[in-house]
């Protein structure tokens, strides 16, 4: 039986997680380990993509291999690591997920073993079906085959998910699993580059829950 509602897939960082202002500073220490310029959180969401490792290779100006980023990512993730506290949810994140008549679930690229307990503090768990975060020991790789994963460990097939999530990477998730998404302003993506995207693209989290059952 087809369900009533698509499961949706919520992303975390930057989505339900509101840490722009963490991930920019983060991102900063790591650069002026190897001389690099500091960036705006505007220039961020303009130039931010995945995997990292380009990214950090076009704000540096020079290649990064896969040691050199090993090194960066620990940077950033210590510093992440020490102002996550300081960190509050998206304004309307609870009201969003509340009004969700379905399934949910969350994926994240960060540290699984740090995401759940994470997760856990700020009340959210009782909300998802499963909470599966980033298995490894580096980031900064595209979203597509985690989300695979999960969707497998939940049995579900990808055309019946919804993700919302806040880059373009989670979009290319979504359509690769054929699946749909609904894009989240809010956070690490310049708008324009998410509205010249084609999916559909919410101010808010709420808009976005109504969005994603406009899809199902």
Aim: negative net charge; aromatic residues 8%; glycine residues 10%.
């Amino acid at each position: 039986m087809t369900p009533a509602h698509p499961h949706l897939v919520w992303d975390w960082n930057g989505t339900l997680l509101n840490d722009l202002s963490l991930v920019v500073a983060s991102t900063n220490a790591a650069f002026a380990t190897v001389g690099g310029p500091t960036v705006t959180a505007d220039e961020h969401r303009v130039r931010f993509r995945r995997p990292v490792a380009d990214y950090y290779a076009e704000v540096l100006g020079q290649a990064v291999d896969d040691e050199q980023f090993g090194r960066l990512d620990k940077i950033f993730h210590d510093a992440y690591r020490s102002g996550l506290t300081t960190c509050e949810l998206a304004a309307d994140a609870r009201t969003a997920m509340e009004s969700w008549p379905g399934g949910q679930s969350l994926l994240s690229m960060w540290f699984h073993e740090e995401l759940v307990p994470t997760v856990h503090t700020y009340g959210l768990t009782p909300h998802f079906l499963r909470v599966d975060g980033l298995r490894g020991t580096v980031g900064g790789d595209r979203k597509a085959e985690s989300l695979r994963r999960h969707l497998d460990e939940l049995g579900l097939d990808g055309t019946s998910v919804v993700l919302i999530g806040d880059s373009l990477d989670d979009a290319d998730a979504a359509t690769a699993v054929g699946g749909r998404a609904v894009l989240y302003t809010g956070g690490f993506t310049d708008p324009a580059r998410l509205r010249a995207s084609g999916h559909p693209v919410a101010d808010t989290l709420t808009e976005a829950v109504t969005l994603a059952r406009a899809l199902g």
